[in-house]
């Protein structure tokens, strides 16, 4: 009977197979996979997307080791050996890296292609247990499939040059601001911080507050005309020189004595010249063109700049294709651009405009001697995906920023603007000389489609009739114009980033947390986009220009900067560079805190008495600007808004108009009366009355810097057909759709919270 019979080779065999297979389907589930670390989970997404099913990709979301904040974390006796701690929160983190990184088959570290990226790799090896020298780091420019791809092919070691130079200065920093700040706290008050860029920046804003300050302005007039030959059309001409001289005129009285002495000469046409005038496209963006371009004609701030980059570089999703890297790594210096991007944005120019807007050859542009040149320019990663393709997949600031990014690349690599120019010169007489000039775009080039860095740059064409040298001209009109000399003006982002960037303080990168910081520590105020500093931040740079100069001086500063870009390079020792500037540092540290004596902050204080107590309220700066508290203080503890008086009353109640803000910190404008009067608008209101129906006048500003003034009645007839109704109309849909979208998602919200309770 087959039950009674020993199972044979043949059933061993068998059974034998059956278990083998099992054993390799097991052993086939369990094959390790390439574990890859970057900085961000959106640019985690994006990679996983482009590596497949053999990678893991994970994020360690920025640093997971820094210095203590609970201490100074530099043995300055022991050859300045930082103390590293794993960050607060990030331990769960971690955990899950190193149990990622033991059932791993390799580790390639991805953090940003920067020197902070690369301090981040290191910290990293050293968590996970990886060798620093082996290839496990890997760095790529953009976020596409081949750049990752390729990447991955070609590992290589840390970089500890590079990682010596982020160390030092971090330590710089950590030196400056644990050493000096305290200094502050007894001196001055708690809670200061000095920094060692942040303070060269304050004192710049508060050397132009100075100067603006001591300007006196000067009263000056020019003399401008309008001609015509006969009966053709009028043009503008402007006097230059009398008698051989420039025109110098500053009062009304001698400007009106010539002009009516000019208006008797007869006036011929000297000479006429006519030129040909090309207009060369800018350099593709870094990263500090970038913020000022930003700026200048979106009207963001550098952080917000930064961050939508950062978006725009990570990767977005564009539905069917994915999450996508949309842009080039937005930390650089160079305007290089690789041959890749060269031949496709060249191709692209010439199918979508023609052959005559691209030049014989790629247009290069030179980047300057200190710049690293490590990383491209900033560009779109694809110049067929244009602003267009993507519209529907990016937010309203997002879609501003790729179209500027897109924009100037792709005018990059266009031929020049040509305008045919004008000039001509105009005798009055035996003493007086004019001029006119014109210009009119024979061929837009690379205005096709980028206007340039600056929006009003976007010339008009500016035509003159047939005039020709003898011409005798006849005046239609005289046009004498006061002016006034201005002193410099405030720095605003984009200015403000140049000028660290010309003085070279600090780095592209760090231009961003640079502002944020001095306007958190109360140094400095925006002001309609403007930085003005504060009492203390005079107060503040005043101290630290007697007593530590080196830490506000611009060169000592820029030098230092050089000093880590030596040491990146392998030229510097970090130490040495420490060690020479903490002997001195210590020793100035030692010698002020002898010699400042504490210093008082001048109280302001206003008409506004205290409902607690009775005193009058003094103003002080707080981290959100400026705000009234009663100087009773710890005793009374009472505070309040700042309500600046605008002198316009109100049109519901007669009530004073006050500047407030809203929660998020944005300004408007209300009734004082509150909440008895809801009287508000986003819009400034200005003490001039409306020349039709006497009403006051608002003032809109666009985030780009431009106003614009209207009548704040409705009903009144300068409003019919004003571009600002437009503006208005979209602001109240805006509105009304953040309304719904609010309600939307309470109601969610709702809904969800009732499901709870139901299951409980």
């Known amino acids: 009977m087959l039950s009674g019979v020993p199972r044979g080779s043949d059933g061993l065999a068998a059974e034998k197979g059956k278990t083998s297979t099992k054993t390799k389907a097991k052993t086939k589930n369990k094959v390790k996979k390439t574990l890859v670390i970057v900085e961000s989970p959106a640019k985690a997404k994006t990679i996983e997307k482009y590596l497949g099913k053999k990678y893991m990709v994970r994020a360690s979301m920025g640093h997971l080791r820094d210095l203590p904040k609970s201490q100074f974390g530099i043995d300055v006796d022991n050859d300045f050996a930082p103390k590293y701690i794993n960050i607060r929160g990030k331990g769960d983190l971690i955990k899950a890296l190193k149990k990622d990184a033991k059932n791993a088959d390799k580790v390639y570290l991805a953090s940003d292609p920067d020197r902070e990226g690369e301090a981040i790799a290191w910290h990293l090896a050293f968590i996970l247990g990886l060798n620093a020298e082996d290839d496990c780091r890997i760095v790529f420019n953009e976020i596409t499939k081949p750049a990752i791809q390729e990447a991955v092919k070609h590992p290589r070691h840390i970089n500890i040059d590079q990682v010596d130079a982020q160390q030092a200065r971090r330590m ?450 707080g981290r959100y600007g400026k705000f009234l508290a009663c100087p009773g203080f710890p005793d009374c503890r009472n505070t309040k808004p700042l309500l600046i008086d605008t002198g316009v009353k109100c049109p519901k109640c007669g009530g004073a108009i006050v500047e407030r803000k809203s929660h998020r910190g944005r300004k408007f404008y209300g009734c004082k009366n509150y909440p008895e009067c809801d009287y508000t608008t986003w819009d400034q209101p200005q003490q001039e009355k409306c020349p039709k129906c006497g009403a006051f006048m608002l003032k809109h500003h666009y985030k780009n810097g431009r106003g614009l003034t209207y009548c704040s009645n409705d009903d009144c007839e300068t409003r019919i057909d004003h571009p600002i109704n437009k503006e208005l109309e979209k602001m109240r849909q805006r509105a009304e759709a953040k309304k719904a979208k609010d309600a939307e998602a309470a109601a969610e919200a709702e809904k969800k919270s009732s499901k709870t309770k139901k299951k409980k």
């Not at 000297?270 to 009207?299: I, M, N």
């Not at 694809?382 to 100037?408: F, G, M, S």
């Not at 120019?421 to 096709?448: E, H, N, V, W």
């Open 172 to 621: 710089l920093d950590r030196i400056v601001g644990y050493k000096l700040s305290p200094l502050l706290w007894r001196k001055v008050r708690k809670g200061l911080s000095a920094g060692r860029v942040q303070s060269v920046t304050v004192k710049l804003i508060c050397d132009r507050e100075k100067e603006i300050q001591a300007f006196e302005s000067v009263e000056y007039w020019t003399v401008g005309m309008k001609l015509r030959k006969d009966k053709s059309a009028m043009f503008e001409a402007e006097l230059t020189h009398v008698d051989g001289e420039k025109l110098d005129l500053h009062t009304e009285a001698e400007t009106n004595a010539l002009v009516d002495d000019f208006a008797k000469q007869p006036l011929t046409v000297k000479t006429v010249k006519k030129s040909e005038r090309k207009r060369k496209p800018a350099a593709p963006f870094t990263t500090s063109s970038l913020q000022q371009d930003a700026a200048r004609k979106l009207g963001f701030t550098s952080r917000k700049t930064m961050m939508l980059a950062q978006q725009l570089y990570e990767g977005i999703d564009l539905g069917r294709q994915g999450a996508t890297g949309l842009i080039t790594y937005m930390r650089t210096d160079s305007t290089r651009l690789s041959d890749v991007a060269l031949a496709e944005v060249r191709s692209y120019i010439e199918e979508s405009f023609g052959a005559d807007y691209m030049p014989t050859k790629a247009n290069i542009y030179v980047t300057g001697k200190k710049a690293q040149d490590a990383h491209e320019a900033i560009r779109p990663t694809n110049v067929n995906l244009t602003p267009a393709a993507v519209e529907k997949y990016l937010n309203r600031d997002q879609l501003k920023l790729y179209t500027l990014i897109w924009q100037r690349f792709t005018a990059s690599q266009m031929v020049p603007a040509i305008y045919d120019t004008l000039s001509i010169q105009i005798q009055g007489g035996t003493r007086y000389a004019a001029k006119a000039s014109g210009s009119k775009l024979k061929f837009p080039g690379f205005t096709a489609v980028y206007a340039g860095a600056d929006a009003n740059k976007k010339e008009k064409d500016v035509l003159l009739p047939d005039l020709a040298e003898g011409d005798a001209l006849n005046i239609a009109k005289m046009l004498p114009q006061q002016h006034f000399t201005e002193p410099p003006p405030r720095y605003n982002d984009a200015s403000l980033v140049k000028t660290l960037e010309e003085k070279e303080i600090g780095r592209p990168s760090t231009y961003a947390p640079i502002i944020e910081t001095i306007q958190a520590r109360g140094y400095v105020q925006r002001i309609d986009k403007h930085f003005q500093p504060t009492e203390l931040g005079f107060v503040v740079v005043d101290m630290l220009e007697e007593y530590f100069k080196s830490i506000v001086d611009v060169k000592f500063t820029a030098d230092l900067e050089n000093e880590l870009d030596e040491i990146a390079e392998g030229k510097v020792e970090k130490n040495q560079l420490l060690r020479e500037f903490y002997g001195p540092f210590a020793q100035t540290l030692a010698a002020a805190d002898e010699a400042i004596g504490h210093v008082e902050l001048p109280e302001e204080v206003s008409d506004v008495p205290c409902d607690i107590c009775g005193r009058m309220m003094v103003v002080k700066q």
